[in-house]
Structures are given as C-alpha cells and as structure tokens.
C-alpha cells in the first residue's frame, strides 16, 4: 500500500517530512517551494487515489500559479498543525 493511498498516512508523512526539514534548519520559503513543486509533479503526474487527493488536483488545475503556491503553503500549514 502506498501512502498515497490513504489520506490520513499522506498527511503524516507530510507532517514529518516538514518536521525534519525544519529541524535541518530549512526556512520557510524554500519549504514552501519544495510543496509547491511537490504539488505540481502530483498534479501533472500521479493519479489521484481518494477523493481528498482528487480535490486538491480539481483546485490545483483551476489555480494559477500565484495560488498554486497559496495551495502548497496552506497544505504545509496544515500538516504542519496535524
């Protein structure tokens, strides 16, 4: 099972990627950089695999790029407060 395919494993992974990161000292803006690079290869990329995923992809094609990093950095605040 992939951690894709639960959205409740997804988050935790997020949440605990962000926790090291911030640990190796990474600021802010390139974390959110990286969501939003993340976001995008998902969203051009991986088939969705629940619906909360497939969500996220709806919103992420709609975006431009301005709220597309707005998406990317209120995921990371989400998890960020799991």
């Not at 988050?11 to 950089?33: H, P, Q, S, Y």
């Amino acid at each position: 099972m992939s951690i894709l395919d639960n959205w409740d494993q997804w988050k935790d992974f997020l949440g605990d990627r962000l926790e090291a990161t911030g640990e190796k000292g990474v600021g802010e803006g390139a974390i959110n950089e990286m969501a939003y690079r993340l976001g995008n290869y998902l969203a051009n990329e991986v088939e969705p695999k629940n619906a909360e995923e497939q969500i996220l992809k709806d919103l992420w094609n709609v975006a431009d790029e301005q709220e597309q990093h707005t998406i990317a950095a209120l995921m990371m605040k989400y998890v960020k407060n799991k």
